[in-house]
């Protein structure tokens, strides 16, 4: 069973950075995360879970909400098992709960989440003078 396990969120001021990080373990054999298109998304209170960011599994294609374009970037390096999402020049808005969750589809990234197969648990952004 694929685990994912979300990490760096915390407290940042406005215009602050973030690095979030998505490792992912437990693996069939012969299988890496270099399988599965791999997808950011956050929930804020009150609100429904959005997409903010996917990648391809080979990273050769990505997509960002229109809320987060030049500000996110979104990487993976699959000898780690690990996908990254930087974040800069944070807003208050940008307050939430920040999930990975993986699909295996192909060749591109979705960020609808009925269609993500695995999921972590969350990490919390606070950002917030």
């Known amino acids: 069973q694929l685990q994912l396990v979300e990490s760096g969120g915390g407290l940042v001021q406005p215009g602050g950075s973030l690095r979030l990080s998505c490792a992912a373990s437990?693996?069939?054999?012969?299988?890496?995360?270099?399988?599965?298109?791999v997808s950011w998304f956050r929930q804020a209170p009150g609100k429904e879970r959005e997409g903010v960011s996917c990648?391809?599994?080979?990273?050769?294609?990505?997509n960002y909400a229109e809320s987060v374009k030049g500000r996110f970037t979104i990487s993976r390096d699959n000898r780690k098992n690990t996908v990254y999402l930087q974040m800069n020049s944070l807003k208050p808005e940008n307050t939430a709960v920040y999930y990975c969750?993986?699909?295996?589809?192909?060749?591109?990234?979705?960020?609808?989440?009925?269609?993500?197969?695995?999921w972590g648990k969350g990490t919390l952004v606070t950002v917030s003078s």
């Open positions: 990648i391809s599994s080979s990273g050769a294609s990505t």
């Open positions: 437990g693996f069939t054999s012969g299988f890496t995360l270099g399988y599965y298109a």
């Open positions: 969750a993986a699909s295996p589809v192909q060749p591109m990234c979705i960020m609808a989440p009925r269609r993500m197969d695995y």
